[in-house]
């Protein structure tokens, strides 16, 4: 198959299968444009076996990739591509491509593809290379030596593995090799893309199950690596020619749908711009108005969500001006003359894509109900919505007024010393999950899973600092983003400066405080697999498991208590039940764990002696008064009275629940007031966090306040989170905001409350 680069202006690909060759995508209307004419790469190869051309002058067969390099970058030096071509060439020299063509076609090929792009010259010199070590007796060393440190980076970074020396691990290893380049150098990855675009189009001469194979990793990783990387050129003409492979049936209806609109007499798309057009030109706005046709996998996810597609479908409408301020300028004028559907407005401007992306995107509608979509961008927007980090040029280029010679920018930096400033947060991500990645076979699945997640949130720690994580991430996922493996000991955090599980999706913008607990014995739950959706979560949750195969969550919930006793063991502790933990007043806890499989709940008495009750004095002389067990007042608290069964005055806070219902119920209330003894009993509720040892610490705190504990309970815990419900009998009331404060300080609690359940109806 004809190696010759396909229009990047039509809607799908050159079908790579015999049968879809048969009838080429037809081209709309409205993108029905002057362009440069299409290549005979073919041709341009077998010239180029007549030999080098004249010292010093450029051989005729890189003369289109020159033209398309000028067009982005008038002044540079060509000297290199000269260079790199005429090494390339000889030592490719008798290699044929499957295709028949000569091999020197297909670096010609990719490096057009990036000079496309505006690729600066030592990508292109990279790319014109980028198979010669591969695949002939060039040596990186060789590489150096006439090009410099940083064109051999980069023929290396793309240089596979050989599969003599690592078998069927080759395939995933050379991307793990050429991931770790792409962390120093984005222009690694570039080059791979450009590499497999010129590939895919010309796969139709391989076999159906080998097509299949690379078409499949072409969508599960090199896409996706597109899209992270802002290079929508040559991820839609990949989608589309997988899109044609795996699923021709699909393939052949979208191209038929395709051809059925550009056919039709009417074309709404062009209506509305030519009126876009003129609404612009009256506001005094300079800007150009272009259709843009959907390509083929665009279409078929539009036809699959709306099902009948109409004119409008089929394309969107792209406005380019010359400043950021215009693009709003313009979004005012649509707004005000036009019918804009406001549901359908986006500001990646303000803040963009985690791929570069910035655009504002709007639509509006016509008289016939058709909606028509709207891209606003500037000229340089839109060159790195094309492009993305290829239309960065070198990010290791010095700046401009920096003094630089031709011997210091041509021996690059070291290795090791190479670090790139605007590498973006996922790959940051990816490259410190992969090395904890045990095996070729975890790295290949797990590289998959984490391309798959496209979108990518921001959230900020309260030191004002900021974590990218990808959409759909938990506080777990935050946790190891920000802490690595000592995120083995997190407890809990707050989100917007509300307390929330660790399982808890985080949204873009949102604030995320990590609580870390104290306790050295801390270690991650089993349940935390279950919510961590980052592969750096995982592998290192999973790693900790491995290596303590008791560890993790038990059957009760609870983060790994050990049955081990405590290392107190100077007092006898008392009997107890089977209940978390046995107390008495003053008590001494048992570990919150003292049993391996206990029961999940359960209440915990103690025997004091006849407890006094806090006074009451009631407006109904005679009248036996008791206190609520529902909202357990204490003094000073604010309180009231209502009579019940039996001539009893019960006493209840003025918050309480049940005030409200028996005010509804037409109950009279009965002045209360307190009296001269202080002696009170309180109903409190403990919310923290599980870990070993927790219950023991509470009643420690609780014993060391001077206060006995009457009965206590413990729900089973749920989502890492416990709550315990404590009935004490306090000797002075004044106590009790000092013992709450206490109870709060121990770690793990992050709150500590009266109780507030409702009573039954008396």
Not at 137 to 166: A, C, H, I, N, P
Request: aromatic letters at 4%; a negative charge.
């Amino acid at each position: 198959m004809s190696a010759e680069a396909t229009n990047p202006a039509t809607p799908g690909p050159v079908a790579p299968t015999a049968s879809a060759a048969a009838t080429a995508p037809v081209v709309p209307r409205a993108d029905r444009r002057k362009s440069r004419p299409r290549l005979d790469l073919r041709r341009l190869g077998r010239a180029a076996l007549l030999g080098p051309a004249v010292r010093g002058k450029l051989p005729d067969a890189i003369g289109h990739v020159v033209e398309a390099h000028r067009a982005h970058h008038p002044d540079a030096d060509l000297d290199p591509l000269r260079r790199a071509y005429v090494l390339a060439e000889s030592s490719h020299r008798g290699q044929m491509r499957k295709s028949g063509e000569p091999y020197i076609t297909h670096p010609l090929a990719v490096t057009l593809i990036l000079a496309e792009l505006g690729a600066e010259t030592t990508t292109l010199t990279a790319s014109l290379l980028h198979d010669t070590v591969e695949d002939t007796d060039v040596t990186l060393d060789q590489v150096r030596e006439q090009f410099g440190e940083e064109v051999r980076y980069l023929v290396d970074g793309v240089t596979k593995l050989e599969k003599v020396d690592y078998g069927a691990a080759a395939e995933p290893e050379t991307f793990r090799k050429m991931l770790v380049a792409t962390g120093s150098d984005v222009r690694v990855m570039s080059i791979k893309l450009a590499d497999r675009l010129h590939n895919m189009r010309t796969l139709g001469v391989m076999r159906p199950e080998k097509q299949a194979r690379i078409a499949k990793v072409t969508r599960d990783v090199l896409i996706p690596l597109a899209e992270r990387l802002g290079v929508q050129a040559l991820k839609t003409e990949m989608e589309d020619l997988v899109f044609a492979i795996l699923h021709p049936e699909e393939y052949e209806h979208t191209r038929e749908l395709i051809a059925e609109n550009a056919a039709r007499p009417d074309d709404p798309l062009a209506e509305v711009a030519d009126e876009m057009r003129g609404v612009l030109r009256e506001a005094g706005l300079q800007a150009e108005v272009l259709i843009r046709p959907r390509h083929f996998v665009s279409v078929h996810r539009v036809a699959r969500k709306r099902g009948q597609l109409r004119g409008s479908d089929f394309g969107r409408l792209l406005v380019l001006v010359g400043e950021d301020a215009d693009c709003y300028g313009v979004l005012g004028e649509l707004h005000t003359c036009m019918t804009p559907v406001v549901s359908e407005f986006k500001d990646f401007i303000a803040v963009p894509k985690f791929n570069l992306y910035q655009s504002l995107h709007t639509a509006v509608a016509r008289q016939d109900g058709q909606v028509v979509e709207v891209l606003i961008r500037t000229h340089q927007m839109h060159k790195v919505a094309e492009a993305g980090v290829v239309a960065l040029g070198n990010p290791y280029a010095p700046a401009a007024d920096a003094p630089t010679s031709d011997a210091s920018a041509s021996e690059g930096p070291a290795d090791g010393e190479r670090v790139d400033p605007t590498r973006p947060g996922w790959l940051s991500r990816l490259l410190e999950w992969q090395r904890a990645a045990p095996d070729p076979d975890t790295f290949w699945s797990t590289l998959r899973e984490d391309l798959a997640q496209d979108r990518e949130i921001t959230v900020f720690r309260p030191d004002g600092g900021t974590l990218g994580l990808p959409e759909g991430a938990t506080c777990v996922d935050a946790a190891y983003a920000q802490y690595g493996e000592d995120a083995h000991a997190c407890i809990g955090a707050r989100v917007n400066g509300r307390l929330a599980t660790l399982s808890t999706v985080l949204r873009d913008g949102d604030t995320v405080q990590l609580l870390m607990g104290q306790d050295p014995a801390s270690e991650p739950s089993r349940e935390w697999l279950e919510h961590a959706h980052t592969p750096a979560a995982r592998i290192a949750i999973q790693r900790w498991l491995a290596t303590h195969p008791g560890g993790g969550t038990g059957e009760d919930g609870t983060t790994g208590e050990r049955a081990e006793p405590a290392e107190d063991t100077a007092a006898p502790r008392p009997a107890h039940t089977a209940a978390p933990a046995g107390v008495t007043a003053p008590p001494r806890p048992a570990p919150a764990g003292a049993a391996p499989h206990r029961p999940a709940a359960g209440p915990v008495t103690g025997a004091p002696s006849r407890p006094r009750r806090a006074d009451v004095l009631a407006d109904r002389p005679g009248a036996a008064v008791r206190l609520a067990g529902c909202c357990t007042p204490v003094p000073p608290d604010e309180i009231t009275g209502f009579a019940v069964r039996g001539g009893v005055v019960t006493v209840h806070r003025t918050e309480c629940a049940a005030v409200t219902d028996m005010k509804g119920r037409g109950r009279t209330e009965i002045g209360v007031r307190w009296g001269d003894t202080t002696e009170c009993r309180v109903t409190l509720v403990a919310e923290s966090f599980g870990r070993p040892h927790l219950l023991a610490d509470l009643t420690e705190a609780i014993a060391s306040a001077g206060v006995d504990i009457v009965s206590a309970t413990v729900e089973p815990p749920s989502q890492q989170r416990v709550r315990h419900t404590y009935t004490l009998q306090l000797p002075d009331a004044a106590h009790l905001p000092s013992l709450m404060r206490a109870m709060r300080d121990v770690p793990g609690v992050y709150d500590v409350t009266r109780a507030q359940h409702q009573a039954p109806a008396p």
